[in-house]
C-alpha cells in the first residue's frame, strides 16, 4: 500500500498545494499537480493533474489533463484530457482526446486535433454549414 503511494507522488515534478493561491502566469516542464487556487495562465511541457480543491482561472496549454476540480478558462491539450467525476470545466478545449466521465460538467466548445495536430471541427452545427455550401 505504501509503496503505490510513493511511487505516484515521485511522478509529480511540482506541486501547488491546498492552501496556496498564485496569481500570474506559470510555465514549466515535467509532471505539475494542482490542489490550490491559480488566477492566470499555465503553459507547461508536461502533464497537468487538477485536484478536487484545485480551481484555475486562466487558459491551460500542457500535454495531458487530468481535471477532479475546476477551470474558467481554455485548454488546449496536445494528447489528452480527462474530466473526472468531480471534475468542472468551464471553456473552450482543443485537444487529440477528450473523455468525460458521469457527473463531470463541460460548459464550451470542442475542437478535436487529427493525428497530424491540426483542428477538425467537431461542432455538429460547423458540420452542417459546410454541408449546405
Known sequence: MFGKKEEFTSKIDSLIGENTKIIGKIEGSGSLRIDGFIEGDIDYNGDIIIGETGKVEGNISCNN????GKVKGNINSKSNLTILPKGNLVGDTEVASLI?????????????????N???ITNLEEKVKDKSK
Do not use: D, P, V
Open 100 to 116: 468525460i466521465h458521469e457527473n463531470a460538467s463541460f460548459n464550451g466548445n470542442c475542437k478535436m486535433k487529427n493525428e497530424n
Open 65 to 68: 489533463l487530468s481535471l477532479s
Open 118 to 120: 491540426h483542428s477538425k
